[in-house]
């Protein structure tokens, strides 16, 4: 079994707690109007690695003292995509004691991603907007299948942290920012809630892609606009917002 990954970093540290070793899986289902990687949406373009589980731990290993107070996540695209890959290689990441994270847009939620979640420690799910009326137009889907997720993750109380892109004219709207705090309110697995502020730097992708780039002439997030969103957040939640 290979896994096919778009990309590594070895020191990464905005992909969960401490420094980590991040995987890139190739491939998404999704198309979010705000994706700044189109070049992972296709699962079959060329990729630059594959590994077998045990391969993918080998190459962790080489950076075990340094991401010994961190560990490794899986992002995307959506590793879920590869979920017996994921499965497998968690399993074995946690054998060997490190701490397993997993960075999903939960549009995947069947029997194997409930697998894929007894081995992961934490998960970082992304909550694309809580409106339903945007969802399909801004992401290619409706918000069911992240909703479903989300409502698993609590019920087994896995510890989870919420990733939220701010897009001026979208998600940027104190209506929706407060919303989904609320409605955030009820799920005390959430450890946090990471507010991601729009840039516009994935642009030229599109252009050598050839796709038409959804968001064009929307602006990069304010950041008297991002601290104004924590604001909100922090009133109806006592978790870090960050």
Request: proline fraction near 6%; aromatic fraction near 10%.
């Amino acid at each position: 079994m290979l896994a096919r990954l778009h990309s590594l970093e070895s020191f990464g540290t905005v992909d969960g707690p401490g420094i980590r070793f991040v995987a890139f899986f190739q491939g998404c289902p999704m198309r979010c109007a705000f994706c700044h990687n189109p070049d992972t949406w296709n699962p079959t373009a060329p990729v630059q690695y594959e590994f077998t589980p045990e391969e993918l731990l080998t190459e962790v290993l080489r950076y075990k003292n340094f991401i010994k107070k961190g560990g490794v996540t899986c992002s995307g695209g959506e590793p879920l995509m590869q979920a017996d890959f994921l499965l497998d290689f968690f399993r074995l990441c946690q054998e060997a004691g490190i701490h397993t994270a997993l960075d999903t847009s939960g549009i995947i939620f069947n029997e194997k991603a409930r697998q894929v979640l007894e081995h992961t420690d934490l998960v970082l799910l992304d909550i694309k907007t809580f409106d339903d009326a945007l969802h399909k137009d801004y992401t290619g889907h409706t918000r069911t299948n992240n909703q479903a997720f989300l409502d698993y993750l609590h019920s087994i109380h896995k510890p989870t942290w919420i990733r939220h892109v701010l897009v001026p004219g979208y998600t940027d709207r104190d209506d929706r920012l407060t919303a989904l705090a609320q409605h955030l309110h009820i799920y005390n697995n959430v450890e946090c809630v990471e507010l991601l502020p729009y840039h516009t730097m994935g642009t030229y992708k599109y252009q050598e892609l050839g796709i038409p780039y959804p968001l064009d002439g929307v602006p990069a997030l304010d950041p008297e606009r991002k601290q104004h969103a924590i604001d909100i957040f922090r009133q109806h939640l006592s978790c870090p917002i960050l």
